[in-house]
């Protein structure tokens, strides 16, 4: 019996953003749903300072990032350089930061070394929540009137700031980050006096500029999508919160949170929130898979007087929790959590050769017009 090589996965999990504890469960669960029959397995854990260390299965097990970071020894480092020799993909289980925004990405383009999901630039797109709006707004998809605020304009002119949130928004609104991952350092605002208080706070955690966005009443939907060139929605599922927003742990954690799949629409409005992901997917160029956030408002709901979805954030790099509800989606179509994770690695693969091949005819095209000239 001839025996096939594996292929070498190397999961990359933990980061210094604010979604580190969650990117641990993301990885080491891709780690344990990775088939055995097909992929040898690597954990490599990212520390604070971006650098890379081989973990074993004592320190993946352990509680929290701190604690790995503790544990690390110096040689288990694996250099950036070298990653290309222990590895024949790199499994992206990083959320927010440098993980998610195209900068990762760029290094293994540069080292040559495929990976999952979308590209630089669509990465760095969909991390950047008000440019995302500005241009899904320009393609005539529906998203939450916004404005962004910098940090030094806030100090400098608050009553002229204050009178411009108040002709721009009715209560109540939300405050975010624009650039960070989803449900950090999100606060809604209910009277105007709060802003103040709100807006100092929120510039206390470091953040150049405030994300601010109307408050949208309807039911809050997050929808996996899953393809390169051709874009498949997966079942959508009703997220509940139970403060109003969600958290981070009601998102991700067992037991934390609430999500009904399917969400309990009919059918024909669950496959026009599947249309609507799709279209708005492939106008940002995503690419393997994708969580979108949105909100499903009736024409009764919607200030257009017609039934709309409306675009809150694209998630590059969804997480894979063993809670999350991107596998109960993926189980509507009968797909297992161990054939999700591997359709998102053959996606990664096929658009590493994809990109390989336009490469190299673009190579051409170029040795044949010199040779012209």
């Not at 594996?6 to 990775?34: C, D, M, P």
């Not at 950036?80 to 993909?89: K, P, R, S, Y």
């Not at 200030?303 to 991107?326: D, G, H, M, Y």
Request: hydrophobic share 40%; glycine share 6%.
């Amino acid at each position: 019996m001839l025996s096939t090589k594996k292929t070498r996965v190397a999961v990359l999990l933990g980061g210094r953003s604010n979604e580190k504890e969650i990117s641990l469960e993301t990885g080491r669960n891709v780690v344990y749903k990775l088939s055995p029959h097909k992929y040898e397995a690597l954990a490599l854990f990212v520390n604070n300072d971006m650098n890379l260390f081989h973990i074993n299965q004592q320190q993946l097990v352990l509680n929290s990032t701190k604690e790995i970071e503790k544990s690390l020894l110096p040689e288990q480092q694996i250099l950036w350089n070298n990653l290309a020799t222990f590895t024949d993909f790199v499994f992206i289980g990083l959320h927010g930061g440098q993980g998610e925004n195209g900068c990762v990405q760029g290094a293994l383009e540069m080292l040559d070394i495929p990976y999952n999901g979308s590209s630089i630039l669509s990465s760095a797109l969909c991390m950047n929540k008000y440019k995302t709006n500005e241009l899904l707004s320009a393609k005539g998809f529906h998203v939450p009137q916004s404005l962004l605020i910098a940090k030094e304009e806030w100090q400098n002119n608050q009553d002229e700031v204050i009178n411009q949130i108040k002709q721009k928004f009715a209560l109540p609104f939300i405050i975010k980050p624009f650039d960070d991952g989803c449900s950090v350092y999100v606060s809604k605002i209910t009277h105007h006096g709060e802003i103040p208080a709100a807006l100092n706070s929120f510039f206390l955690t470091g953040k150049s500029h405030a994300f601010l966005e109307e408050y949208i009443v309807g039911m809050e939907l997050t929808v996996g999508v899953i393809g390169n060139t051709q874009a498949k929605a997966l079942t959508p599922s009703q997220a509940v919160a139970s403060q109003g927003i969600l958290s981070i742990e009601e998102k991700f954690l067992p037991g934390a949170g609430e999500n009904q799949t399917p969400a309990p629409l009919p059918e024909v409005t669950l496959n026009f929130v599947k249309q609507v992901m799709e279209d708005v997917y492939k106008t940002v160029d995503c690419k393997g898979y994708a969580r979108i956030d949105c909100f499903y408002q009736s024409a009764q709901q919607s200030r257009t007087k017609q039934e709309r979805v409306v675009i809150l954030e694209i998630n590059t790099l969804p997480a894979l929790t063993p809670a999350t509800c991107i596998f109960h989606q993926a189980a509507e179509e009968n797909i297992r959590p161990m054939d999700f994770i591997d359709m998102i690695i053959t996606l990664g693969l096929e658009e590493h050769k994809k990109n390989i091949l336009l490469d190299n005819d673009l190579q051409e095209k170029n040795n044949e017009t010199q040779k012209t000239v």
